[in-house]
């Protein structure tokens, strides 16, 4: 095939309408339910929350679950929960969203940046090992499209040199490691409730812990650091609190939670579908040499937020900007998931990070490309993603 075909050259496109890379599946029972609390006595931090908490909680096997306004507000009351401050270093991958590692800098902290692993590209525990200093108070490892992150490593360097063992698990609820639901494996977990993620509240997070001082800080942090809610207030008849910590108002709402319920309901659907599609895409891609799926780790059951291929670019005459425009022109909304976090002009500024400091990551991320993936996406669909990546792939592929 000749670059004329392709619809970035005016060629006809593989679809009309762009296929995004992410999207929320929501029915009529979630917009019953949210309907039913617009009528109730509660908008925020009522029955809702809780109901949506408890059964947070039970789905990832954590005996507490703290629902808070993103994934974002999530990481950052982990980090506030801990009293990390400045001085305190976390380690975090540099292969992540911008979020994993704000929400250190957000308490003055200083997050050090660890590289991955090769095949997987989740955090390396030797890369980890090697930055470990007197300053370090936790690794925040990241599972990273939903794989869940090489735990029993990364728990024997915690308890080794006595740090806290957090994970950023917004790719993936649903996950399994070696048997164990992510969320009861790390001292605190954070998941996001974006609209792209396994379920959505519109915005929302969750942090799941074991813990039960640690869960009751996080609840204080997310109203203001007040020992009791407006509620708890009511409810006794008394107007008093006390503030016992700086906190935020990262509450969310009844609202959300009554969307988020009636979506966990539906998790089990959703991570089926994902997986349907993944194999789908692993199988179509068996041959292809230009490109390689991620490796996925053993022992482990995948939650495919995302499905990132990456470009075997010394088989390509171009490199993956052209490939991701190309396939953007044919309507599939590829996207790029993420661009070093240390080579954001904010780190390199702030924390003097510079590009060789993680060589892992920083090749990989030029190689990489997420594939749509998500619950509503059709057969059919499935379809035109395989073949757009096929016929932009053999306009590039190298002739031998
Ligand atoms: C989505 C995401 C976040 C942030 O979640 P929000 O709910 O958008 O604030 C943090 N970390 C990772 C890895 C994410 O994918």
Request: aromatic share 8%.
């Amino acid at each position: 095939m000749s670059e004329k075909s392709l619809a970035l050259y005016g060629g006809s496109p593989v679809r009309s309408r762009l296929l995004p890379y992410g999207r929320q599946l929501l029915g009529n029972e979630e917009i019953a339910a949210v309907v039913a609390v617009l009528r109730s006595d509660w908008l925020t931090t009522g029955p809702k929350v809780s109901e949506f908490e408890a059964d947070f909680a039970a789905t990832v096997g954590a005996n507490y679950a703290v629902a808070v306004s993103s994934g974002t507000a999530a990481l950052h009351l982990m980090i506030a929960a801990l009293r990390f401050t400045a001085g305190d270093e976390v380690i975090v991958p540099a292969l992540t969203f911008v979020a994993s590692a704000n929400c250190v800098a957000y308490q003055h902290a200083t997050p050090v940046f660890a590289d991955v692993d090769p095949d997987t590209l989740l955090i390396d525990p030797k890369s980890v090992e090697r930055l470990i200093t007197p300053r370090t108070r936790a690794i925040l490892a990241v599972d990273y499209t939903g794989a869940p992150c090489n735990y029993f490593i990364l728990r024997e360097l915690a308890e080794h040199y006595h740090l806290a063992l957090l994970a950023d698990s917004c790719h993936a609820l649903g996950a399994y490691y070696h048997g164990r639901a992510i969320g009861s494996v790390a001292d605190l977990t954070a998941f996001s409730l974006h609209p792209v993620k396994h379920i959505t509240a519109g915005e929302g997070g969750v942090i799941t812990t074991d813990n039960a001082e640690l869960a009751q800080r996080l609840r204080i942090l997310r109203s203001h650091g007040i020992t009791t809610d407006y509620r708890e207030r009511e409810q006794r008849g008394v107007w008093e609190y006390q503030m016992v910590e700086l906190g935020f108002n990262y509450r969310i709402t009844d609202i959300q939670c009554a969307l988020a319920l009636a979506q966990l309901r539906r998790l089990p659907d959703f991570l089926q579908r994902r997986r349907a599609i993944a194999r789908n895409y692993r199988l179509a891609f068996a041959d292809f040499p230009e490109l390689t799926p991620l490796a996925e780790p053993v022992n482990t059951n995948h939650a495919y937020h995302l499905y990132v291929i990456r470009l075997n670019l010394s088989r390509l005459t171009v490199g993956r900007n052209t490939i991701f425009r190309a396939l953007r022109a044919e309507g599939i909304g590829v996207n790029v998931h993420y661009a070093p976090v240390h080579l954001h002009p904010y780190y390199q500024r702030i924390y003097h990070t510079h590009s060789g400091q993680c060589p892992i990551a920083e090749s990989a991320a030029s190689e990489i490309l997420s594939l749509p993936i998500f619950p509503g996406m059709t057969d059919s669909d499935i379809a035109d993603v395989i073949r757009a990546v096929q016929k932009v792939i053999s306009v590039y592929t190298v002739s031998h």
